[in-house]
């Protein structure tokens, strides 16, 4: 029977963490579990005044961990006075790598390695619904797990900036699911599982500041057996933050002034021309499609620098299905976003009328009377923003479904 291992990094989460352990202690599950808690901050924090009430509220977090008797719990102190980050070894990145470097140490490879975040609730059945998943499925290597931001209730301009947010993230995703991309997942650190066994073999986190679940998803994307289905969710808290570059509390931050270059909404069309290159792979193979006819792969040979990429794959490959299977670990989920992001710098304009375009090009039948184009977000109502909110997660849970 594996066990299952609960990895949550913490920083001046005082006011949540507790929540989330909570949760934790109500689960309903045949399985043995344990919680691994990384309380961490870079050890200059101490030398800066205006950092002392993250010192202090990691101080208190400790002392409260240290007396929490409802869970295993093992707890990693990278906060006290000379154990915090020195130097570039710092943020979230490093906090997932040291967990999962204690939990690989001393877990069995059959074991089920659970990520969250500390701001994270969900339902007594999860973590048995992620076992269940695994155990029916010996092929799966990991999981995306589906999520689903709760709003805050009481600060509006908070709440829409959050509903933004995950519009802009549930648009890419569902444009790439409908193009039946590889690389279709939304990677959150609050909602990944993986075996151990599949972890130790793509050789760990790359511990990046930001971004760095994005990395660890695409690894088992590679890797294969990456699953987008589950039957629960989780439900990561919605909140202002400046401590990564990039992500839900930075976004919403600058979206609550009105500022969403980074996160704009992405036209079908950019996707489509994804799609159309995946259509032409039998011609490419063949060495009877110009580059030059397809945006995606003129943006890809651009990006590789080297005069013929695909035919150093078509010399290193047996076959057609082999050569498929090199492209898409060349034109991976990061090629893709950086290729999005060019054509989006391309044509700024079409963003104005994105959502509506895309919603009548994807699914027409679904797209309300009220979705106007040109419409700017400070216009929709809190809840028209839900009610696109929830359109687009009905219908990436149907395709997450559908993908498996």
């Keep these: 029977?594996?066990?299952?291992?609960?990895?949550?990094?913490?920083?001046?989460?005082?006011?949540?963490?507790?929540?989330?352990?909570?949760?934790?202690?109500?689960?309903?599950?045949?399985?043995?579990?344990?919680?691994?808690?990384?309380?961490?901050?870079?050890?200059?924090?101490?030398?800066?005044?205006?950092?002392?009430?993250?010192?202090?509220?990691?101080?208190?977090?400790?002392?409260?961990?240290?007396?929490?008797?409802?869970?295993?719990?093992?707890?990693?102190?990278f906060a006290s006075p000379g154990l915090g980050w020195k130097g570039k070894k710092t943020g979230v990145g490093f906090a997932r790598k040291v967990l999962f470097e204690r939990i690989l140490s001393e877990c069995d490879p059959k074991d089920i390695i659970i990520s969250l975040d500390a701001d994270t609730t969900f339902g007594t059945c999860y973590l048995q619904s992620v076992a269940d998943r695994f155990e029916r499925n010996p092929e799966m290597t990991a999981m995306s797990v589906p999520y689903y931001h709760p709003l805050n209730g009481g600060d509006e301009i908070r709440d829409k900036a959050l509903l933004r947010y995950e519009i802009y993230m549930r648009n890419y995703a569902v444009n790439l699911l409908k193009i039946s991309s590889?690389?279709?997942?939304?990677?959150?650190?609050?909602?990944?599982?993986?075996?151990?066994?599949?972890?130790?073999?793509?050789?760990?986190?790359?511990?990046?500041?930001?971004?760095?679940?994005?990395?660890?998803?695409?690894?088992?994307?590679?890797?294969?057996?990456?699953?987008?289905?589950?039957?629960?969710?989780?439900?990561p808290a919605g909140r202002y933050s400046d401590r990564v570059p990039f992500g839900t509390g930075p976004a919403m931050k600058l979206g609550a002034e009105g500022i969403w270059d980074s996160y704009p909404i992405y036209h079908f069309s950019f996707f489509t021309s994804i799609q159309e290159a995946y259509g032409k792979l039998r011609e490419l193979y063949e060495n009877k499609l110009s580059v030059k006819d397809n945006d995606f792969l003129r943006f890809l040979q651009k990006e590789n620098q080297k005069p013929d990429i695909w035919q150093d794959i078509r010399e290193n490959v047996s076959?057609?299905?082999?050569?498929?299977?090199?492209?898409?670990?060349?034109?991976?989920?990061?090629?893709?976003?950086?290729?999005?992001?060019?054509?989006?710098?391309?044509?700024?304009?079409?963003?104005?009328?994105?959502?509506?375009?895309?919603?009548?090009?994807?699914?027409?039948?679904?797209?309300?009377?009220?979705?106007?184009?040109?419409?700017?977000?400070?216009?929709?109502?809190?809840?028209?923003?839900?009610?696109?909110?929830d359109l687009l997660f009905n219908e990436e849970a149907q395709m997450r479904t559908d993908y498996g």
């Design 1 to 77: 029977m594996p066990t299952l291992r609960i990895a949550i990094p913490a920083m001046d989460e005082l006011d949540y963490l507790p929540v989330t352990l909570d949760a934790l202690s109500k689960q309903d599950t045949r399985l043995p579990f344990e919680v691994y808690v990384c309380v961490n901050q870079p050890d200059e924090y101490w030398n800066h005044p205006e950092r002392q009430t993250v010192c202090k509220n990691n101080q208190k977090l400790l002392e409260f961990l240290h007396g929490y008797k409802s869970l295993t719990l093992h707890i990693l102190d």
């Design 182 to 235: 590889p690389y279709g997942f939304t990677a959150l650190g609050s909602a990944i599982a993986m075996r151990a066994c599949s972890l130790k073999k793509i050789g760990n986190i790359t511990p990046y500041q930001s971004g760095e679940d994005f990395y660890l998803v695409q690894k088992f994307c590679k890797m294969g057996g990456l699953s987008l289905f589950n039957t629960e969710c989780v439900y």
């Design 319 to 389: 076959d057609f299905q082999h050569f498929v299977k090199a492209f898409h670990q060349k034109a991976d989920g990061l090629r893709i976003l950086q290729f999005v992001r060019a054509k989006q710098q391309q044509q700024p304009d079409l963003e104005r009328n994105a959502l509506y375009d895309n919603f009548h090009f994807w699914m027409p039948e679904k797209c309300p009377n009220w979705l106007m184009p040109s419409q700017h977000w400070h216009q929709y109502t809190l809840e028209q923003l839900n009610t696109l909110r």
